[in-house]
């Protein structure tokens, strides 16, 4: 892993005002390393490449303008993590911070997003807790279902906890 690129990202757990949480689905072209790319693809929060200008919550907000659209309060940072992808054919090291964002807008669309990234991206959904915890779709970060519980349940961390994301 010492020689691999490394891509640090800002993502959003992204709330409507119901609580449900906004998902994208991705397939084709990315490939994650633990379970390789499947037929239906994978499901991951909004959020990419902290660039060299700005500071994570600015990325979050542009990364979530360009990818969905959507305005919105960005929050905290909850959690972090390590995590290995296969980004246009090169296998890289990610560092992602995830931040608490909230919207009150429902809708999503795709008008601002990067070409290489209209070629992954195959839809959105929101998505309640339960769903999440239940669902047997691939969705990163893993623990994202049971992490939203606790978080319902006002067990917000005092500081960002790092968290397996695969």
């Not at 994978?42 to 994570?56: K, L, M, Q, S, V």
């Not at 070409?115 to 769903?131: A, F, I, K, P, Q």
């Amino acid at each position: 892993m010492a020689n691999l690129p490394i891509r640090k990202t800002a993502r959003g757990i992204v709330f409507d005002p119901s609580g449900r949480v906004l998902l994208l689905r991705v397939s084709g072209g990315l490939t994650d390393i633990a379970v390789q790319d499947s037929a239906d693809g994978f499901w991951i929060t909004p959020g990419g490449r902290i660039e060299g200008h700005e500071d994570a919550r600015a990325a979050i907000k542009r990364e979530l303008t360009e990818e969905t659209g959507i305005d919105a309060k960005i929050g905290r940072e909850l959690f972090m993590g390590v995590h290995q992808l296969i980004w246009g054919g090169v296998n890289t090291i990610l560092f992602e911070r995830y931040f608490e964002v909230h919207t009150l807008e429902v809708n999503a669309h795709f008008d601002g997003m990067e070409s290489d990234e209209r070629t992954v991206t195959r839809g959105w959904r929101w998505w309640t807790v339960e769903e999440l915890v239940q669902t047997r779709a691939v969705i990163f970060p893993r623990q994202l279902g049971p992490f939203l519980v606790r978080l319902r349940n006002h067990e917000y961390p005092d500081l960002p906890i790092e968290l397996d994301i695969a």
